[in-house]
């Protein structure tokens, strides 16, 4: 199921896409296995682990992209858009790795124009357990929603 399907608004200013709905990657879906309070999406059995997410941004502005992750070590991930190497997140650790324990973490603040673009997440080796993004910017009008 595609992520604009399903995204959700979080608050005014902001909507959330849970992980587990990605556009493209290499991930694995976890329903169970350190999933003890949500699905997540983590390691799929390939390297370099990729995952992205196509989104219709409302309006042109600044965006703080947060994620929500569980990683007892830190794995920073590199945050693409549209291509582009633009941020790293998921730079600390959150203290467990079951999604229980998965913490909102400001990740990056952004430039980005209206219209779709394509966020990747990416790492080599082992990727942290990634629960969901939110995208937070005053020019998100009160109950969009993708």
Request: aromatic share 10%; proline share 7%.
């Amino acid at each position: 199921m595609a992520s604009t399907l399903i995204a959700r608004p979080a608050h005014a200013g902001s909507f959330e896409i849970p992980a587990w709905a990605f556009d493209r990657g290499n991930v694995k879906t976890f329903t169970a296995e350190y999933a003890d309070a949500e699905p997540m999406v983590a390691f799929g059995g390939r390297s370099p682990v990729l995952v992205e997410y196509d989104i219709d941004f409302p309006a042109s502005g600044s965006y703080q992209i947060s994620v929500r992750y569980a990683a007892e070590n830190a794995r920073p991930v590199t945050l693409f858009i549209d291509g582009k190497m633009s941020a790293s997140v998921c730079c600390a650790e959150t203290g467990s790795w079951n999604t229980s324990g998965a913490q909102w973490v400001d990740g990056a603040n952004l430039y980005i124009p209206a219209g779709k673009h394509t966020i990747r997440l990416q790492r080599a080796g082992d990727f942290p357990h990634v629960v969901s993004l939110k995208c937070s910017s005053p020019e998100i009008p009160e109950g969009f929603v993708l």
